[in-house]
């Protein structure tokens, strides 16, 4: 093995059986870089590059860097490489992530070519940036005038980051987070946003930037890691000619130092900002631990372990306290252990309180940790547990993330910490010798008296709400922006002129993007996969695929029809079906049950639109769960039992599981505004659209907030709990289908013993009769933002019709020729572009984390013209394969045979997604500039997620005003 390898010298190999890899550990001669090969045979290879890069302050250097690292770099002089690549490729990922103390730049694909194109620009841009200055204007922060030649109108920031960030932090939860390791990490860099505070984002040089890059990407601080059947020798030889052969010397790497331990606990309070004149038990209080290094498989292991005993489910002791106290509505969102730190944290708390209950909180914390130390804790609780890890262990992902992603991820913290990555990927021998540790009875009391009850590092924090802060940054950045201005002097107002007339020049300008590598549709695979079921029977489906031991069940029942009330609460059905007693048991003992037995049980329902018919449709409720193949028998019981003997009477856990809901609903407002918006303004097109924005949308989150304080009455608790015991009675009526996937091993048993859960029912029950949708005003939806989510969208076709392929290649063409230079480059927002959304029969435009908002408009207007007068066929060719590759995108083993499923059942057979795939591969720009004028010429229906300082404008644009 030594004398394949020139450059590389190799270290060793080690099999994981459980996961079907082998890891080969390389180190590069020259500059000690480290390589991870993850061999295994699957043709989605993965590749990323990552960087330990530790920032001093918050001014997010590190974040912006990673920004303008892919503006450009020696062989790629362009000014956007990045998305132009991703334009010409098929790539089924493409990313980059700056995290608290490393940078990561991953791909993946299953073309060749596509990955050697990827490889020469990740390289290029990694280790050879160009670092334009005005892409650091345009990416990190500059000042500008409001009327950009004119410097007597208002001076302001602007820069992609600083708006992306603006909008982070407007999420409670990330407040929160950022202040507990602010308080928790005194002295290292995790005291620091990496990301980069609004405030201090304008602190940064262009100097500083580049001195980052000199010291923090340096092939002696990058660690490779690759995922695939590829050889390493070549992939190897790539690195050196791509990259390494230009750094002849070793560095010292960068490592994160270790924190300086407290010798006594701290409290400490703070504020976030919340745009609502209530702000009643709005109150986060959580403490926090400091715990040993994350290098230990074992200690890793360990730390999960305890946090799931103690705050995995209901059942789980802590979590059991914080949900039943009277001194908040629910746990906190942040419960449960960090590990991706070098030292990880243990955290818990509440959220939903007020801060005069925050020593309270804390007593009531340390007291039931105190009392499991005394009085020990049920053995087959803490087994569950280790069940818990082993499945998570052997389940194979790659439905959100490419599996060889995943893998590396999990590694990249001991890679980067000087630990042992191939020892946190191959856990099963850990879980051996944990197997025996647990047999002690005191192992889990130890490691609470430890770990956390001797440990002095804890931080208290109590996060209150403040109406007026939001209100105060604002006034306080005007003020300081205003006070810079009146010291400038006619040279440096000139120098902000010009430099925002560069910029403007430079964004328009176009590049010769035939330097850059490409894939075209002759790569492209014609066909689509198809995935046949092993068994098909009447009322049963089944798959045989690679699940490595693992079962998956599904039952598939048509939605009865249900009134209107009872249709508003399919959320909370769904959500709180899985949550109580069933089966003679109370939620505690169904919870336990559930834990050791399966991987989780969960129910959601489903209406997918016809294909053809706006407002024809298809309702199903969906009961999913999984578990390893020896308890399939006690999976498909528990599904039994779950459906059929629920028990709906525990008033009080069905109040605290709402609380909860609401919780998390509007936790999701900030991070996924831009989707609330675009189901905003699609709601009228179609029936399947109208349910969306009203159970989960926008609608979805205002009744759940007001059902959760209408709850405190006990008659509508009640009847509440009376509304959800009907609707499962009308379900559990119903015609059921079930759905298998299995592996080789597990297959055959399953079929058997999932049989008798479904089956034809005798009574003959009406489906689900949904109203109509009506036509809407534009609406604004005001909450806690400093930043906007526009959309834009106008009525479309569906699924089914021919012009469906075209107008998604239209969305995708838009996107990448025109949208993301007006709103993301010049505009500032973090995102936008447009999509043809096939189940509202929509075509929308969107904007995300944008600092502007009747300009957004007036853009999404301006993209009609674009593709009339500017737009060409060769950006009609990369839009194909931006399409083509979100359709190629390849799952888990067991989420393909999902989608195989669905894709029948909703209508979608093999032969005519193959026919949507020609059309797609067929597309031009006559036929595209067709429908745009037949579609983008209606009147369109707006909407947007903004502040309530924005209201006075969106009137007067005929908005209406609605207080989230």
């Known amino acids: ?64 860097l990673e920004h303008t690292t892919l503006c450009g770099s020696e062989k790629y002089p362009v000014r956007d490489p990045f998305f132009m690549m991703i334009r010409r490729s098929i790539n089924t990922f493409m990313n980059a992530f700056t995290s608290s103390d490393w940078t990561a730049y991953p791909f993946a694909t299953e073309n060749d070519k596509d990955y050697q194109n990827l490889l020469q620009v990740y390289m290029d841009a990694v280790f050879f940036p160009k670092l334009d200055p005005l892409d650091f204007a345009q990416e990190g922060h500059r000042f500008e005038f409001e009327k950009m030649d004119d410097a007597s109108s208002p001076l302001t920031y602007k820069g992609v980051v600083f708006n992306e960030m603006k909008g982070a932090m407007s999420s409670p939860v990330s407040t929160l987070w950022q202040a507990l390791t602010t308080e928790l990490y005194p002295t ?63 560095i010292a790497p960068t490592f994160v130092t270790t924190e300086q331990r407290f010798s006594a606990p701290k409290a400490v309070e703070q504020t976030y900002a919340l745009d609502e004149e209530d702000t009643a038990n709005k ?51 942040l419960c449960g252990l960090e590990d991706s730190n070098k030292e990880m944290a243990f955290v818990v708390g509440v959220q939903g309180s007020e801060a005069h209950h925050a020593q309270a909180i804390e007593d009531l914390i340390i007291n039931e940790l105190e009392r499991i130390v005394k009085e020990g804790i049920d053995q087959s609780h803490v087994e569950a547990m280790l069940h818990q890890l082993e ?63 001797d440990n002095p590092h804890r931080v208290r924090l109590t996060l209150k709400p403040d109406a007026q802060l939001g209100a105060q940054r604002e006034a306080a950045e005007k003020a300081k922006l205003a006070q810079i201005q009146a010291a400038l002097t006619e040279a440096q107002k000139q120098a902000i002129i010009d430099q925002a007339q560069a910029l403007e020049q430079r964004q328009a300008q176009l590049d010769d993007a035939d330097i850059l590598p490409k894939v075209t549709k002759d790569d492209v695979q014609v066909s689509l996969a198809q995935i046949e079921p092993t068994h098909q029977a009447k009322t049963m489906t089944g798959y045989m695929r690679a699940t490595n031991g693992l079962v998956y069940q ?139 924005f009203e159970r989960s949308g926008l609608a979805g989150i205002r009744f759940i907030k007001q059902l959760d304080k209408d709850l405190a009455d006990d008659t509508k608790l009640n009847h509440f709990a009376e509304q959800l015991a009907q609707i499962r009675e009308k379900i559990a ?188 591969l067929k597309a031009d720009l006559a036929q595209l500039q067709a429908l745009a004028q037949r579609y983008l010429n209606a009147q369109p229906t707006r909407a947007v997620v903004t502040q309530s300082s924005q209201s006075e404008l969106l009137s007067a644009n005929g908005f209406e005003l609605i207080k989230l």
């Open 1 to 64: 093995m030594q004398n394949c390898y020139e450059t590389f010298e190799f270290i060793n190999e080690q099999a994981i059986d459980s996961l079907s890899i082998k890891v080969q550990t390389f180190r590069h001669k020259a500059t000690g870089a480290m390589h991870y090969h993850l061999a295994a045979d699957d043709e989605h290879k993965v590749f990323m590059v990552a960087l330990r890069t530790v920032p001093e302050d918050s001014t997010g250097v590190a974040h912006i």
């Open 188 to 250: 290292s860099t995790y005291h620091y946003n990496s990301g980069g505070e609004p405030e201090a984002i304008p602190d940064l040089s262009y100097q500083q930037l580049i001195d980052f890059h000199k010291t923090h990407y340096h092939p002696s601080n990058a660690v490779f890691m690759t995922y695939g059947n590829q050889d390493p020798a070549k992939l190897q030889a790539d690195f050196e000619a791509l990259g390494l052969a230009s750094f002849n010397e070793q």
């Open 283 to 333: 109150t986060h209080i959580v403490v926090g631990w400091l715990l040993g290094l994350n290098r230990d498989p074992m200690d890793v292991l360990k730390g999960h372990l305890l946090s799931s005993v103690l705050l995995d489910n209901s059942a789980s002791p802590l979590r059991f306290v914080l949900e039943q106290t009277e001194l908040a509505t629910a746990p906190s969102p």
């Open 391 to 453: 499945l998570s262990q052997r389940e194979v992902g790659g439905d959100s993330h490419p599996y060889g992603l995943e893998l590396m991820l999990g590694a990249l913290p001991a890679a980067l910490h000087q630990g042992d990555p191939v020892a946190m990927l191959d856990v099963d021998r850990v879980l051996v010798e944990l197997q025996h540790e647990i047999e002690k009875s005191d192992f889990i009391p130890n490691l609470i008296q430890t770990w956390l009850l």
């Open 554 to 692: 599904q039952l598939i029942i048509p939605t009865p029809d249900l009134t209107p009330d009872q249709q508003a609460m399919m959320p909370l059905f769904n959500a709180c079906l899985t949550e109580v007693g069933s089966g003679g048991r109370d939620y505690l003992q169904t919870q336990s049950l559930q834990a050791a037995l399966t991987g989780g049980l969960s129910a959601r329902s489903v209406v997918r639109a016809d294909g053809d018919d706006a407002l024809r449709y298809q309702t199903h409720v969906i009961l999913s769960g999984k578990a390893l193949n020896r308890h399939q028998q006690d999976l498909s019981q528990l599904m039994q039992q779950t459906l059929h003997q629920v028990d709906f009477k525990e008033t009080e856990r069905l109040k605290d599981l709402v609380a909860q809901i609401r919780s998390s609903m509007e936790h999701r407002i900030t991070g996924a505004g831009h989707s609330l918006a675009m189901s905003a303004a699609c709601q009228s097109f179609s029936v399947a659209a109208k349910w969306n």
């Open 733 to 920: 009526q119903s015609n059921k289908h079930g759905l298998l996937i299995a592996d080789e091993q597990g297959y055959h048993q399953a079929w058997s013993g999932f049989d008798g859960l479904v089956g034809q029912v005798d009574t003959n029950l009406n489906g689900l009769n949904l109203a109509k949708p009506q036509a809407i005003n534009h609406q604004a939806w005001l909450t806690s933002t400093q930043v906007n989510f526009c959309a834009q969208a106008y009525p479309a076709a569906m699924w089914g019709h021919e012009d469906a392929p075209i107008l998604s290649v239209l969305g995708a063409c838009l996107r990448n020729g025109f949208l993301h230079s007006a709103i993301r480059e010049k505009g500032g927002a973090y995102g936008g572009g447009a999509s043809f959304d096939s189940e509202s029969g929509a075509f929308v435009f969107y904007s995300y984390r944008d600092p502007r908002l009747m300009d957004t408009y007036a853009d999404f207007e301006r993209a009609l013209n674009w593709l009339m007068s500017d737009a060409t066929q060769a950006q009609v060719d990369e839009a194909v394969l931006n399409v083509v590759s979100a359709m190629d995108k390849p799952g888990s083993p067991a989420g393909e045979a999902k989608k195989a499923f669905y894709h029948e059942l909703y209508g979608r057979s093999h032969s005519k997604r193959m026919a949507y795939r020609q059309a797609v």
